[in-house]
Nanobody
C-alpha cells in the first residue's frame, strides 16, 4: 500500500488543522492506521491510531482531548483533526499502516507502510 499525507501548514497556537492521508490498494480497510510525528532532534512518537473498522481510537496522552483520528474506508482515507494546537505540536506528521493490526499500536516498528510526512508548524 502507498500512503500520501497532506494538509500540513502553519497555524497559530490555539488554532486548528486537519491532516489527511490517502492510501492506495483494496485492502485499506484491513489495516490498523496510525499517525506519528517527529520534531527536529527528537525521536518519532506516537500520536493516534484507529482500528480497521474505525470503532477503536487510541491517543497519546499529550494529544488526548485535542486531536481526533478518523477513517473513511470507502475513500481509503485517514484523518487527524488537530484542535487547540500548541507550539510543541510542531513536527512532521506521518501516517502509517499496520497490516497485522498489532495490539502495540503505539510502536512505530509495528507499522509496515509509511507516508512521506507533512509539516505542521504551530507559532506562539
Amino acid at each position: 500500500v502507498q500512503l500520501q499525507a497532506s494538509g500540513g501548514g502553519l497555524v497559530q497556537a490555539g488554532g486548528s488543522l486537519r491532516v489527511a492521508c490517502s492510501a492506495s490498494g483494496r485492502t485499506f480497510s484491513s489495516y490498523l492506521m496510525g499517525w506519528f510525528r517527529q520534531a527536529p532532534g527528537k525521536e518519532r512518537e506516537f500520536v493516534a491510531a484507529v482500528n480497521r473498522g474505525g470503532s477503536s481510537l487510541y491517543y497519546a496522552d499529550s494529544v488526548k482531548g485535542r486531536f481526533t483520528i478518523s477513517r473513511d474506508n470507502v475513500k481509503n482515507m485517514v484523518y487527524l483533526q488537530m484542535n487547540s494546537l500548541k507550539p510543541e505540536d510542531t513536527a512532521v506528521y506521518y501516517c502509517a499502516a499496520d497490516p497485522d493490526s498489532s495490539i502495540y499500536y503505539d510502536h512505530a516498528d509495528q507499522y509496515e507502510y509509511w507516508g512521506q510526512g507533512t509539516q505542521v508548524t504551530v507559532s506562539s
